[in-house]
């Protein structure tokens, strides 16, 4: 009997809030007959499932998830509008919502903070009070509805968050506050004034939602990276059908169809070449700055660009099997997959709320039972005293603002964080591996070396003609060559009776001299004698150097070197990352010689090379197999998969919008020696997250039970509501203080 094949799907969720959140999705996919994995993102708010078609269905997750208290998107609804779209759309009406609320919050809040402030003859204390009160109530159940919603469904399943707390703390504050309005007496005849915390409450849900809006706004950028992705295949194709050529959307290309492309064309799909020769540059696929040639027999791939040529090829994989779709699936697939980082406030807040719950009710039952008259209104007033200090604003804020701070202070240097998590995980990485093609290079070819063959030829000499007749070229070599010419002010001549000979090399007429710049096989064809030049050649080659050979009028006089130079400061960056304990890897689709050549230049001792984007995927999840926690550096849409699948990705400033959006961090301007102080960013923001939220928690720790009036016995005191307010605002003020000195944070390398 065979055995059932698993499927994966991706679905996404909305309402998720917190790391809790993700662990209880997680917790009630895998319960369900049917499920072999799960994966929840919470970033990305997306849940990855790995599930047997033949015993559950996606209507069965998607209503357990709504059990759960969150909102699946199906991947098949709406199938004619693309899915990435939609969730474009989802993402923005969703933030627009919570920008209103945020904004009307923020207007109301305002007014309530005024009446507090500002005394006016015209209105009764009580007066103020039910302005106040008429102000706050649509920040607390409006805005703030979705405390009280995510908070039910945890509490519907024997759990809570950031929400409960949340909850949890603005409802005693807005209570008590109406308390003191309906029912002033109450405080009148325990010897209390009536005070309201209406402010408290409603600024605690407006900074929450600030908050909230930030983190909207950075996990929609995931899907318009996504987007940018599909948007590099081209719309059309020009297809040969009954011999007669067609423009037909690319949707409609079937394999085994002729497709033509012209010069300059991306080509459609994935095929085979028929007939005729180019040089096609597969950059966005392997990292090699150098197009590469190609006839027919030959292998072309889909989004990637034609040159020279024109010619015919037949389609082998179209739509969703294309090379292109297998980098946005790996993408997505390394996304969904990575594990949530489990957040500190919300694991001790599943413990911490409960335990505030229970001092709360047993303060209120002792100061009922036990204690002096009126013994109802004080059990009323220390139990609100203890749901007040409980607030958790400081505890909300101490991951938050060491993150907004640290980020901040990053961007100072040239570095951008796109998501907070990767503040926390960067400290514990082990191993950095760098791809080579502009990030440890400069990504564009460069003249090394002219050798001039004879003493009548020197090398400006040799460099004028080279340069004059490359000056008809739109190969890399060729502009190389005529950027060298521009640097040493060399005036070049436009070059006559211009030919390229697609792989060999060019041949022109300069100052009527025969000029012929190309390679050992393009001098062999033309019957000329290399072997003054042949092993000079071979030699320069293997050292992983381009190398053109230079003749005139059918004798060859120079040969020059060209390659992709290393960029300044790679090897101070190197040698620091190793010097900070750090192993650092190349991985890279150029070739071995090239490679090595390169990795030994900066420092760096493993290379992995001749590999495509799935194999970087690949690479990097064996490198996480042996345990160690990667960080990815590339530039590339070649190395999006890559830093997608690191625990850490990393992006050049100046590479593609796709490597830079995939990734978690960007470094802007493209220089490498910021990777080590991204990382050193991290120890130090983790390092004041654990100070605030041990100042947090001390806080709640000693205070909670002064407020729950353990020194009344002794000494009298009782905490009043009020004082509870004003030290729970001074913890909040002490954490943001400690946030801020990260403001003195130094990289580790002065740039």
Request: contains cysteine; negative net charge.
């Amino acid at each position: 009997m065979p055995t059932p094949k698993t499927a994966k799907t991706t679905i996404p969720i909305a309402g998720m809030s917190c790391a809790s959140c993700v662990a209880r999705v997680e917790a009630g996919l895998r319960e369900r007959s049917g499920v072999t994995s799960v994966a929840v993102n919470f970033a990305t708010e997306q849940a990855l499932i790995e599930f047997f078609p033949n015993q559950i269905t996606l209507q069965d997750m998607a209503t357990t998830i709504t059990e759960l208290g969150y909102t699946p998107h199906f991947p098949e609804e709406a199938t004619d509008r693309n899915p990435v779209e939609r969730d474009r759309e989802s993402r923005q009406a969703a933030l627009q919502s919570l920008t209103i609320r945020l904004m009307v919050a923020v207007g109301l809040t305002i007014l309530i903070f005024a009446l507090n402030i500002i005394e006016t003859s015209a209105l009764s204390v009580q007066q103020g009070f039910l302005l106040q009160w008429l102000l706050a109530t649509p920040i607390q159940f409006w805005a703030g509805w979705r405390f009280y919603h995510s908070a039910w469904a945890a509490g519907k399943h024997k759990t809570t968050d950031m929400n409960t707390l949340i909850a949890l703390g603005t409802t005693a504050a807005y209570g008590y506050s109406v308390l003191a309005t309906l029912a002033p007496s109450v405080f009148a005849t325990a010897g209390i004034a009536p005070t309201v915390y209406f402010d408290t409450a409603a600024a605690i849900i407006v900074l929450i939602l600030f908050g909230r809006r930030l983190e909207a706004t950075a996990k929609g950028k995931t899907s318009e990276a996504i987007t940018k992705l599909i948007g590099l295949q081209p719309k059309q194709a020009r297809v040969v059908r009954k011999g007669e050529e067609h423009d037909i959307p690319i949707e409609t290309v079937r394999v085994d169809d002729v497709v033509i492309v012209r010069p300059g064309e991306k080509i459609p799909v994935d095929g085979v070449i028929k007939e005729g020769i180019s040089t096609v540059d597969e950059s966005m696929l392997t990292g090699e700055s150098i197009p590469v040639d190609k006839g027919p027999g030959d292998e072309v791939i889909g989004a990637t660009i034609n040159q020279t040529g024109s010619f015919h090829f037949v389609a082998k994989r179209v739509g969703k099997d294309t090379a292109l779709a297998h980098i946005l699936q790996l993408i997505q697939e390394a996304q969904g997959s990575k594990p949530p980082i489990a957040k500190l406030v919300d694991t001790v807040a599943s413990y911490f709320v409960p335990a505030v719950l229970g001092v709360a009710a047993l303060t209120f039952v002792v100061w009922w039972s036990v204690g002096p008259e009126p013994a109802t209104t004080l059990a009323i007033l220390n139990l609100v005293a203890v749901l007040i200090i409980a607030c958790p604003c400081s505890l909300g804020l101490a991951t938050p603002t060491s993150i907004m701070v640290g980020i901040g202070k990053g961007a100072e240097h040239g570095i951008l964080i796109r998501k907070s998590e990767a503040l926390e995980r960067a400290r514990t990485l082990t191993t950095v591996v760098f791809d080579k093609t502009g990030t440890l290079t400069k990504g564009r070819m460069d003249v090394q070396e002219i050798i001039s063959l004879d003493s009548d030829w020197d090398p400006n000499r040799i460099l004028f003609y080279a340069g004059s007749a490359e000056k008809g070229s739109e190969h890399p070599l060729g502009e190389a060559f005529v950027k060298a010419a521009e640097e040493r002010e060399i005036k070049l001549e436009n070059p006559k009776e211009f030919l390229a000979i697609s792989g060999l090399g060019i041949k022109a007429i300069v100052a009527k001299e025969q000029v012929h710049v190309g390679n050992l096989r393009h001098f062999e064809s033309e019957g000329f004698d290399v072997t003054s030049i042949q092993s000079k050649i071979i030699e320069i080659s293997a050292h992983g150097l381009t190398v053109m050979g230079v003749a005139i009028n059918s004798k060859p006089i120079g040969i020059v070197s060209v390659a992709d130079s290393v960029k300044d400061h790679a090897a101070e960056a190197i040698s620091a990352i190793k010097n900070a304990g750090l192993e650092a890897i190349m991985l890279t689709g150029d070739n071995q010689h090239t490679a090595t050549t390169i990795a030994k230049s900066v420092g760096i001792g493993k290379v992995i090379s001749e590999v495509l984007p799935d194999q970087k995927s690949e690479e990097i999840k064996r490198l996480q197999a042996e345990g160690k926690i990667v960080a990815m550096v590339g530039d590339g849409i070649n190395d999006a998969p890559a830093i997608a699948q690191a625990d850490i990705g990393m992006a050049i400033g100046t590479g593609t919008d796709v490597a830079m959006e995939t990734a978690d961090v960007t470094l802007v301007g493209g220089d490498v020696r910021n990777v080590l102080t991204a990382i050193t960013l991290s120890c130090a923001t983790f390092r004041n997250i654990k100070q605030n939220l041990f100042w947090a928690f001390a806080y709640n720790i000693t205070l909670i039970p002064v407020a729950a009036g353990v020194l009344y016995p002794l000494w009298g005191i009782l905490l009043d509501p009020i004082f509870a307010a004003g030290a729970m605002a001074m913890s909040s003020v002490s954490v943001v203080s400690n946030a801020l000195r990260l403001r003195w944070f130094r990289p580790p390398i002065a740039i």
